[in-house]
């Protein structure tokens, strides 16, 4: 699909992609797909004020009924998900069948949500006061402020907005910009929605193209209640100040530096499989994506030259493709950063399989890359840090304690799993005194979670928690409210304070 057969499929004008400074290149083969327009300092302010109006008849409007348009977008973006899903591909350079997959986790979070909208229970409580009743209100809680990262360009926006919609919020999101185009068409999709809601208020969902100068007015300002942002844990590092700074509340999707662990009584195809799809899906470049590898010292030979022999099969190229399993890296930046890295592993000791540049004949604007293995003796301190590209630390461990220490040995705490059949190290595994991570699987990989739970991590991962379970709750407030029905006024706690 070229640019304008999707532009007209997603039913946008033809200038949509085509006004404005900010050429977006794709990472398929470096050419120009268009060009959007930035929002100022002035604008970001005047949107803010756009997003407290709209918040402020939104949030009158019954859960339930704010539910219909969130259902209402999910029929859009099922109608629009092929064109979407090639935008996304287009824009980021990963699997079609990943951009489509993409699509597909927003209209599962918008079905979510929908049931979430006749769901935001609170709780009554017992009071130690006779003739009073003691009950949890919850209440919208403002415009939401939604930082996404390039590599899940409309999935973020969808497990932020979708959620923070059924709750009373208005949004303004500010995506990547490397990926501005499918912020616009998600936009344009919630606009379509609106329009058949009929009564929704203007603004209630706004998006910001800018860099993160701009982008500061918004982190910055009082009237944002909740920055949920995705991206990097330098990015979290140097927003989170700032808004604890204003007691403004943040959900942080920051770094991972996620491991699989595998144990002698694994079943090895599973574990091939599973470490495959972890570490070289999206090229590496999933926050969940597999990066080390924890292989237990009686299998280790056997395990890693299957591994390799699964690495050289793997075909590299054009994410169109339909026998294309690894895409390019995003920009010249990241095959550089992945570079860098491989340097550093190689000066520690690494043994390092793959890894170089290629397809640059055919693509010279276009960072394809081999997936590399490296075989490392230790966690030194490159292996700590999260490098966003399709390298894979390999480590030996001896007995299960020493594989969770490893494991939990890293400044993040997103992803983590065991392929084992050994149910004490499973049960272990996922116990208080195993991984220390958000996400704790058994024998299946660290990437692909579904929206039903909550989502993210600890550590430099930042805390937060998205999609499922019961992360809406960060996108309200909550009243205790205590109400006396009987013509008596005692006091808790026993205490005696009487007047006259
Ligand atoms: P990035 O940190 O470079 O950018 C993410 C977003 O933050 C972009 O919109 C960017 O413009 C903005 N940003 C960056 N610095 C900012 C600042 N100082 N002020 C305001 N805005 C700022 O990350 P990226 O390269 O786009 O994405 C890759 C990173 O995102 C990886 O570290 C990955 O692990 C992480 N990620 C985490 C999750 C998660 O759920 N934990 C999900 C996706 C990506």
């Not at 130690?128 to 990262?149: D, F, T």
């Not at 299998?299 to 190229?317: C, E, H, T």
């Not at 600890?458 to 379970?469: A, D, L, Q």
């Amino acid at each position: 699909m070229k640019i304008e057969d999707i532009s007209k499929s997603l039913g946008l004008d033809s200038k949509a992609f085509d006004r404005g400074d900010l050429i977006v290149k794709s990472p398929i083969d470096g050419s120009v797909i268009g060009r959007v327009q930035q929002a100022t300092s002035k604008d970001v302010s005047r949107k803010i004020t756009q997003a407290v109006d709209a918040f402020h008849h939104w949030r009158e409007v019954p859960a339930p009924r704010r539910g219909e348009l969130v259902r209402l977008l999910g029929e859009e973006l099922r109608s629009h998900k092929d064109a979407l899903g090639h935008l996304v591909t287009l824009e980021n350079g990963k699997l079609l069948q990943e951009g489509l997959g993409e699509v597909q986790e927003m209209i599962d979070i918008c079905d979510f949500a929908v049931g979430l909208s006749r769901q935001l229970y609170g709780l009554t409580i017992t009071s130690e006061r006779p003739g009073h009743h003691m009950r949890e209100n919850w209440h919208p809680l403002g415009p939401v402020g939604v930082i996404s990262a390039f590599n899940f360009p409309v999935a973020v926006w969808s497990w932020n907005s979708a959620i923070a919609f059924v709750c009373g919020d208005s949004v303004l999101w500010k995506p990547s910009d490397k990926t501005p185009m499918t912020a616009l068409a998600c936009q344009h999709l919630f606009e379509r929605a609106a329009a058949k809601f009929g009564d929704a208020p203007d603004h209630l969902s706004q998006i910001m193209v800018c860099g993160r100068k701009i982008a500061q007015a918004m982190i910055d300002d009082p009237r944002m209640p909740l920055i949920s942002a995705t991206g990097s844990t330098a990015m979290g590092r140097a927003i989170a100040p700032r808004i604890a700074e204003r007691f403004g509340r943040t959900i942080l999707e920051l770094g991972g530096n996620n491991a699989i662990i595998v144990a002698p009584s694994a079943d090895l195809d599973l574990a091939i499989r599973g470490t495959v799809f972890g570490a070289v899906g999206t090229c590496g470049q999933r926050c969940t994506s597999t990066r080390r590898l924890i292989v237990q010292g009686s299998i280790y030979d056997d395990f890693i030259s299957r591994l390799k022999k699964a690495y050289a099969s793997i075909p590299v190229g054009n994410p169109f493709e339909d026998s294309v399993l690894v895409g390019p890296l995003i920009d010249q930046t990241a095959f550089k950063g992945m570079e860098a890295a491989l340097e550093k592993a190689k000066e520690a000791g690494g043994v390092i399989w793959g890894g170089g540049r290629v397809l640059d004949n055919k693509y010279p604007d276009g960072f394809y890359v081999q997936p590399a293995i490296v075989e490392m003796s230790g966690q030194v301190d490159i292996v700590r840090e999260e490098t966003f590209a399709p390298i894979l630390y390999v480590m030996k461990y001896d007995d299960f304690e020493e594989a969770i220490a490893i494991q939990n040995g890293v400044p993040q705490g997103l992803s983590s799993s065991i392929f084992t059949n050994d149910v004490r190290e499973a049960e272990k595994f996922t116990s208080t005194a195993g991984s220390d991570c958000g996400i704790a699987n058994v024998n299946i990989g660290t990437s692909g979670a579904e929206i039903g739970g909550a989502f993210g991590g600890e550590k430099e991962t930042g805390g937060g928690r998205e999609s499922g379970s019961d992360s809406w709750k960060a996108y309200m407030r909550r009243s205790t409210s205590t109400v006396n029905y009987s013509n008596q006024l005692p006091l808790a706690q026993g205490i005696e304070f009487d007047v006259g």
